[in-house]
């Protein structure tokens, strides 16, 4: 039952990808994730073209299970885009509205191309921009979010409109949420959240620590953290923009990146990652509602087979 139109046209076992969280979402995890039957993601954002191949072409030693690549459009590298889409199965862009050329691109190197959206007509002009799928992004989801609608709703009206398959994003952070997407027809799921939380993670231990002991009612959208990428709405822990606030002065730790460390900006947009010092409680601690699922950091794999064999009990049940 765990067979869709997703799973046939990227080519892995289960409908569930791990969503492309920038900085934490690194080769590890995206690797991990589609060893374990799911669609692994990797944020390589900022990373020059030619380090994007030597890191894409080291994850392809390590499996050869399919891979995304995540493309922030505002920061977008048209040179990392030509060099991931020969070497990643799908190619998906975020946060800007559906660009045929960027499609284009991704096509021509061999990989498919999404977009994920927050709206009916962001998936209409995802179509237009020959798509081969889309992910509908509820206003549930952690870390930057398009759209103001709840992902049930904008499901509905996504797929009324679009013949490609779509992913359903926001929220879904356990078997049942997964399973009640698929169910209101959904191709796949995006989990992004219950990932943050794993070994594989490239996650600052004190930044998993706050997401086991939160829940969604801690969780605001906000655009506070907004230094270095403005007007762009996130969903956080509530406390960590509290913790920014208070704070004096321009920054609040630092983060060693390509064997260069450079200062951390107070509300800066970088999540911490196990490279970072400082404040962590006071950078931007991304997370959705489904942070009330995290209760501990566990194994990437223990996570897609948690949501996809319960997903699929519950699916035969209501059948």
Known sequence: MLHTRFTDRV????PIQQAGMGGVAGPDLAVAVSAAGGLGTVALHMMPAPMVAQTLDAMSERTSTPLAFNVLVPFVDRDAVEVASSRCRLVEFFYDDPDSELVRIAHEGGALAAWQIGSRAEAEAACNADCDIVIAQGVEAGGHV???????ALLAEVLDVVDVPVVAAGGIGNARAAAAALAAGADAVRVGTRFVATQEADTHPDYADALVHARAEDTVLT???SVMWPDAPHRVLRSCVDEARALDGDTVGEVEIGGTT????RLSVLAPTRATTGSVDAMALYAGESVTDVSGVVPARDVVLEIATGAEVLLRRWA
Request: aromatic share 6%; with cysteine.
């Open 262 to 265: 450079m200062p951390i900006p």
């Open 11 to 14: 080519g892995c076992e289960l």
């Open 146 to 152: 398009r759209g103001s609608v709840g992902l049930l």
């Open 223 to 225: 655009e506070a953290f």
